[in-house]
C-alpha cells in the first residue's frame, strides 16, 4: 500500500473558501488574486482550481473554456500562459492567475488545490499538469493537499512528488452529472475504488451525498472527509452532523 502523507491540520480546522473568498458583486472573481489574499486574511483554507496551458503552464482557472469568465472564449489549453496572463476575468481588472503567482501570495495559509481532468473522461491521459504543480507545490513552505476528480491524476502527483498530501474528490458520478464517463467507469469512481491504490489521505465528497457506503467506510478508517459545497450555515451543521471533518462553502 503507497505511503500517503497526512492531510494537514490545518485543512482540518479552517474552513476552506471554494475558489477563494469571492464576490463577483464587488468585481472579486473566482480564483483570482483578489479571491485569494480575501480567504487568507480572514483566516480561512483556500480551495482553487488548475488547468494547463498550451505551453504547460499551471494555470489557475475552473473551467475547460475561457467563455464564463473571460471575454475570450475556446479552450484554455489552447492557450500559452502568456496569452492567458493577459486575458481579463470578466467583471474585474484582473486577469488569470498562473500557480506560481498564487503560491506567492497565500503565505502559510491553508491551501487545497484541485487539478482538474485533462483526460475529458476522467481517464488515463494526464501528467503534464500533474508534474508542473509537484515541482512547484513540492518548493512552497505553507500546508497544501492536492485533489482530483480523476484517480490518474492523483496517481500522477504520488509519483511525481510523493511527500505531499492527496486526496480524491468524490460524488455519486451520476449519468447526469457527467454524461462524458462511460457507465463502468462511473460505477467505479462512485466505489472510491482507489482510494488505496492512490495512496490517499483524505476525499472531499458531495455535501447532500456524505452517508454514501464507502464514505461511511473510510470514515469509519479515520480517514478524513472534507465536502463540498456548503452554502448556508445549516448546509454546514447537516455536513457535520453526517460526519464531515470540514467544509468548503461559499
Not at 83 to 97: C, K
Not at 155 to 171: E, K, M, N, S
Request: hydrophobic share 45%.
Amino acid at each position: 500500500m503507497p505511503d500517503r502523507p497526512a492531510l494537514p491540520a490545518a485543512l482540518r480546522r479552517h474552513p476552506v473558501a471554494h475558489r477563494g473568498l469571492h464576490d463577483p458583486a464587488r468585481g472579486v472573481i473566482e480564483n483570482s488574486r483578489a479571491a485569494i489574499a480575501r480567504a487568507a486574511a480572514a483566516g480561512y483554507g483556500i480551495e482553487i482550481d488548475i488547468q494547463l496551458s498550451a505551453d504547460g503552464e499551471a494555470m489557475v482557472f475552473h473551467d475547460d473554456d475561457l467563455e464564463r469568465l473571460t471575454p475570450e472564449a475556446g479552450p484554455l489549453r489552447l492557450r500559452s500562459a502568456a496569452e492567458l496572463s493577459r486575458i481579463p476575468l470578466r467583471g474585474s481588472a484582473e486577469t488569470i492567475p498562473t500557480l506560481a503567482e498564487i503560491l506567492g501570495l497565500v503565505g502559510n495559509a491553508p491551501l487545497l488545490v484541485e487539478i482538474k481532468d485533462q483526460d475529458g473522461a476522467l481517464g488515463p491521459r494526464v501528467g503534464a499538469l500533474e508534474s508542473r504543480a509537484a515541482r512547484l507545490l513540492a518548493a512552497h513552505d505553507g500546508p497544501v493537499a492536492v485533489m482530483s476528480f480523476n484517480p490518474h491524476a492523483i496517481a500522477a502527483c504520488r509519483d511525481a512528488a510523493p511527500a505531499i498530501p492527496r486526496g480524491l474528490v468524490t460524488c455519486p458520478f451520476t449519468a447526469e452529472e457527467w454524461p462524458g464517463v462511460a457507465a463502468d467507469r462511473r460505477a467505479h469512481l462512485a466505489r472510491i475504488a482507489d482510494f488505496d491504490t492512490v495512496g490517499a489521505a483524505f476525499i472531499s465528497h458531495f455535501h447532500r451525498a456524505l452517508d454514501m457506503a464507502p464514505v461511511r467506510a473510510l470514515r469509519a478508517r479515520g480517514t478524513p472527509v472534507l465536502c463540498w459545497t456548503v452554502r448556508s450555515p445549516a448546509e454546514e451543521a447537516a455536513a457535520r452532523a453526517r460526519g464531515a471533518t470540514n467544509v468548503t462553502f461559499e
